[in-house]
């Protein structure tokens, strides 16, 4: 019978790149715990229409990367392409702007999209998203960056580089938008079938699109930060006027869009030289009408995520020589010792300490064996001797080394010995 293989574009995470996931998580939950974040947990599954609105019509993402279905009761349902959305719309449900005048949050999970897949790119992926809701200030945009960075410096990444830019508002982007349109109007012949759709609808997003034909018309096309009002021009200032307190290098990208539609004001990235053309491992920005497009009050937000298949490309493999092994490996000899073995491994795993068996009856040199492919850092033997005089052997696999244990004070042996 043939064996039934994984979706395209769909992974499983395998042992040891599993704790890379573990370390990467535990790291983000304590750095954003400690600037005042809370953990909230959405669903996989929202109402379509929720990413129509919030998203917006004319994205990539709505048009032709989304997994939606009618579910029986004649009802559009999508699998979450993005988290924002989703936060968004729990903030508004469970009435979250009355209890707090700001709320931050992160979650972590998966989202869905059907793209093409290519180097850490999947149909399922894996985000951090990290979201404030509340006061539209660029101290806020500056202490998200800054949370983000000591985030990205905590996991010892090298090579990384922080982009900035600022989108303007509803005041100052149609001029914007108008100067570019008509900028491109003279080379639409040239431009590719994306861009030419995006003229219609979206054209900031022509800035992102990647075919090299389209990257030299835009070279030479009109800026957004050469249309924002007072306003915005302030805002971005004081922003960069932040980072450099903290001494956070940026480099200023006027260039750069972000891929949906809500986002005004700042836009950041952080990239890497060793993706290739999809540098980015991380986007956010400003999205300070968002949350009242969706129904709410008229509260700013500003949020990022974090691509955790990219991220975890750059952090590198421990390698096999590196990985833990059980404390404590337990060699029994008969049935009588594997019947203590067995109660004696539980217990120990009950306490916290990470102990093996064999559950085959196998010679102590085989068992042996299998303790030091495990890499235990401890071996106890036992034998229908050691049960009788309620000793045994315990060695050390590292030191080479061996003394005898009473079985009834295991437990705080063990536990002297791990410290």
Excluded at 108 to 113: E, K, Q, S, V
Excluded at 300 to 314: D, K, P
């Amino acid at each position: 019978m043939e064996i039934i293989t994984a979706i395209k574009g769909f992974k499983d995470i395998l042992p040891p790149e599993t704790e890379k996931w573990r370390h990467i998580e535990a790291t983000a939950i304590d750095v954003f715990r400690a600037f005042g974040f809370s953990e909230i947990r959405i669903p996989l599954l929202e109402k379509t229409e929720l990413f129509r609105r919030g998203i917006g019509e004319s994205t990539d993402i709505v048009e032709k990367e989304m997994y939606t279905f009618v579910d029986r009761s004649e009802e559009s349902l999508t699998l979450r392409p993005e988290a924002t959305a989703s936060v968004i719309r729990a903030y508004l449900e469970h009435a979250l702007p009355a209890a707090e005048p700001i709320t931050k949050l992160f979650t972590i999970g998966p989202m869905f999209r059907r793209e093409r897949p290519q180097k850490g790119r999947y149909r399922q992926f894996h985000q951090i998203d990290v979201e404030i809701l509340g006061p539209d200030d660029p101290h806020v945009d500056a202490e998200l960056i800054l949370m983000l960075m000591h985030f990205l410096g905590r996991l010892e990444l090298q090579n990384l580089t922080l982009e900035i830019n600022s989108l303007g508002c509803a005041q100052c982007r149609p001029a914007f938008r108008e100067a570019v349109i008509r900028f491109l109007r003279n080379d639409e012949k040239e431009l590719c079938a994306d861009c030419l759709r995006r003229l219609g609808t979206n054209p900031l997003r022509v800035f992102d699109c990647k075919v090299e034909r389209c990257g030299e018309i835009i070279a030479n096309a009109p800026r957004l930060t050469e249309f924002l009002c007072q306003p915005c021009r302030e805002h971005f200032a004081k922003l960069q006027a932040c980072l450099n307190l903290f001494e956070i290098p940026f480099r200023l990208n006027p260039k750069m869009v972000r891929g949906l539609d809500y986002y005004t004001r700042t836009a950041f990235e952080v990239t890497t030289e060793f993706l290739g053309a999809q540098n980015a491992i991380l986007g956010g920005g400003r999205y300070d009408h968002l949350v009242r497009d969706l129904g709410g009050p008229d509260v700013s937000g500003i949020g990022f995520a974090i691509g955790l298949e990219r991220l975890t490309a750059l952090i590198p493999d421990r390698g096999k020589e590196n990985e833990e092994g059980p404390r404590l490996f337990i060699a029994a000899l008969g049935e009588r010792a594997a019947e203590k073995a067995f109660f004696l491994c539980n217990l120990l795993r009950m306490k916290g300490i990470r102990a093996e068996m064999d559950y085959t009856v196998r010679s102590l040199k085989s068992q042996m064996k299998r303790a030091d492919k495990l890499k235990s850092s401890l071996a106890l033997i036992i034998g229908e001797r050691e049960i009788d005089d309620n000793r045994a052997l315990l060695r050390d696999m590292r030191a080479s080394t061996q003394e005898e244990v009473a079985l009834d004070d295991l437990e705080n042996t063990i536990m002297k010995l791990s410290r």
